[in-house]
């Protein structure tokens, strides 16, 4: 009886032994702990080149490249304040494709389109906070002006006559200045641009007036001399610009606009991949390498957990929904 029941056992843990072994051995099991990613990842900017969002993306991709084991490679698709580019990632079933999260996509247009293509929430996972960008307000350098307060007067002795230009409606920048507007009591005529390099360019060209716009996109032409910076949208002066005054220093107590920047991936996709790419991208975000290249262009590297970010786009989405409904901004033709 005894011989029988040992003989039984062992049996038994031969043969759960054996399909352990080739459940371990399985394709789909083995790519499933292992494999992935099995070809290089796609981080799309939901932007056109040029503006903050490449900088933050090319720094953080470049990083995430070197430990994760595939490359890692920036693709931007512009349009639709980012509509385009959300839905298109939203939908994406390859377990390769990721996106540049931002406070336009995620905290912006659920509030400024009728109906939108994607559901930030239901939609996406996210994955970490890379980056926030504090916003400068920079002017062309033949405007007779040199600081924010000088601005504010001469926009309103010549009422209609100032002109700014963003990246595009609902954007970080169209957000900015209509922030500054409501709080200063200016009327400034908006251009809305597809992108900020675009914008740039036309502001540089003096087709344009002012702008708001995200540091790392603007330091070398303020240093060139070929925008003038009036006003940082921090609440301390920054340590690349320390003669330039912050907005709330210049009259405006308690103002404070940053823009952010974040890892996102379609809900869809698996949740062992998400865990591994919330590891591999925090690491990036708070590696020396990306804190130094971030800081050179005045953005700040963070690098939360998915839990922390979720919460941060929560709060973002409950802090603009007013503002937005008070500037009454709406995307182009609606």
Request: proline content about 6%; hydrophobic content about 45%; overall charge positive.
């Given at each position: 009886?005894?011989?029988?029941?040992?003989?039984?056992?062992?049996r038994r843990q031969l043969l759960a032994s054996t399909a352990a072994s080739a459940l371990a051995l399985s394709p789909t099991f083995s790519q499933a702990q292992a494999a992935w990613p099995s070809k290089p990842l796609r981080l799309v900017?939901?932007?056109?080149?040029?503006?903050?969002?490449?900088?933050?993306?090319r720094a953080l991709a470049g990083e995430m490249g070197k430990?994760?084991?595939?490359?890692?490679?920036?693709?931007?698709?512009?349009?639709?304040?980012?509509?385009i580019a959300m839905q298109e990632v939203a939908n994406s079933t390859d377990e390769h494709t990721l996106i540049l999260g931002h406070i336009g996509t995620l905290a912006v247009n659920p509030y400024i389109f009728p109906k939108l293509s994607y559901d930030p929430a239901k939609d996406f996972t996210p994955i970490t906070l890379i980056s926030k960008v504090p916003s400068l307000y920079v002017v062309h350098p033949d405007l007779p002006v040199k600081n924010l307060k000088e601005f504010v007067a001469y926009a309103k002795a010549n009422p209609g006559k100032l002109n700014y230009g963003s990246a595009g409606n609902g954007s970080a920048g169209h957000l900015a200045f209509?922030?500054?507007?409501?709080?200063?009591d200016t009327f400034i005529l908006h251009v809305p641009y597809r992108g900020t390099g675009p914008m740039l360019t036309d502001l540089m060209a003096g087709r344009l007036d002012a702008a708001a716009v995200g540091?790392?996109?603007?330091?070398?032409?303020?240093?060139?001399?070929?925008?003038?910076c009036i006003a940082t949208g921090t609440s301390t002066r920054l340590p690349q610009l320390p003669?330039?005054?912050t907005v709330a220093e210049q009259?405006?107590?308690g103002f404070e606009m940053t823009q952010w920047y974040g890892l996102m991936a379609p809900s869809k996709m698996a949740k062992a991949n998400i865990d591994k790419l919330e590891k591999e991208?925090?690491?990036?975000?708070?590696?020396?390498?990306?804190?130094?290249k971030l800081s050179q262009d005045t953005a700040l590297a963070v690098g939360n957990t998915r839990v922390e970010f979720e919460a941060f786009i929560k709060l973002e989405q409950a802090r603009w929904k007013p503002v937005i409904a008070r500037a009454q901004i709406k995307p182009e033709g609606v």
């Open positions: 009886m005894n011989h029988f029941d040992t003989s039984a056992l062992t900017v939901p932007f056109a080149p040029g503006g903050s969002s490449e900088i933050v993306a430990t994760i084991g595939q490359s890692v490679f920036v693709d931007n698709k512009p349009g639709a304040a980012g509509n209509e922030y500054l507007k409501m709080v200063s540091a790392p996109a603007l330091l070398q032409f303020i240093k060139a001399g070929k925008l003038r003669d330039v005054p009259g405006f107590k991208a925090i690491a990036a975000a708070r590696s020396k390498i990306v804190n130094d």
